[in-house]
């Protein structure tokens, strides 16, 4: 089954830094989705992303994230000046389209840890 | 605006004993429910979902949930647990328009399967 990959695993940043997230999504999927997950709370919702544009981003996602689909089939999330509370697990997730509702699919996640 | 609300961060149970995690949400408009799981490390797994018709819905591990409309719940149920169930769930809802989805996760609630 195919599946939503994310690299790397396992990111370490100094704050300050700019990082970048990377996710290949499913490849006949049309929707693309970041989430965020501190460390014991819920899964966050970030940002929509549907025709080379952001469809919906929540308060979380300010100036300093940005989405950006570079080529057919990579979907990226770039923190600038990354902040010690940007510490993270960071999910990719992808849905399709066409007749009626396609469940979204979660890549495994970037645990993004910011010293 | 649309909720998720898991009262109990976590459950243990003793293996082979019945187990059911508690799900209410708010919406203002017809949402579709659905039961994540995460293993330690691991990213989200769908368990099962609620679009329409039966509200008795069945996943996968022996997984089942009841979508009651009058209470707004959709509790999460297993007769018989196992400790490879040990896991973090997340109720979830979704509204769907015309392919765009948003995903709003509850707070997840920690199943221990004690041996």
């Known amino acids: 089954e195919p599946e939503v990959t994310q690299t790397p695993s396992h990111q370490v940043t100094q704050m300050g830094q700019e990082v970048i997230l990377r996710c290949v999504p499913i490849?006949?999927?049309?929707?693309f989705y970041w989430y965020r997950q501190i460390l014991g709370q819920k899964v966050e919702f970030l940002v929509s992303f549907y025709n080379n544009e952001i469809s919906e981003k929540s308060e979380i996602f300010d100036d300093q994230f940005s989405v950006e689909r570079p080529d057919g089939s990579n979907f990226t999330l770039k923190i600038r000046s990354t902040k010690l509370e940007d510490s993270a697990m960071y999910f990719c997730?992808?849905?399709?389209?066409?007749?009626?509702?396609?469940?979204?699919?979660f890549g495994d996640g970037t645990r993004l840890s910011i010293l | 605006a649309q909720s998720v609300t898991q009262l109990d961060s976590q459950v243990p149970v003793f293996e082979e004993a019945p187990v059911e995690l508690r799900c209410n949400y708010s919406s203002s408009v017809s949402v579709y429910l659905f039961w994540y799981v995460q293993y330690p490390n691991q990213g989200l797994q769908l368990l099962l979902k609620y679009l329409s018709g039966s509200t008795l819905v069945k996943g996968i591990n022996g997984f089942e949930a009841e979508f009651n409309k009058s209470q707004t719940s959709f509790h999460l149920r297993k007769p018989s647990v196992h400790i490879s169930d040990t896991a973090e769930y997340f109720c979830?809802?979704?509204?769907?328009?015309?392919?765009?989805?948003?995903?709003?996760f509850g707070t997840g609630t920690k199943l221990q399967v004690i041996p």
């Open positions: 997730a992808s849905s399709g389209r066409d007749r009626g509702y396609q469940p979204q699919h």
């Open positions: 490849s006949n999927h049309l929707y």
């Open positions: 979830a809802v979704s509204s769907f328009s015309g392919g765009y989805q948003k995903v709003t």
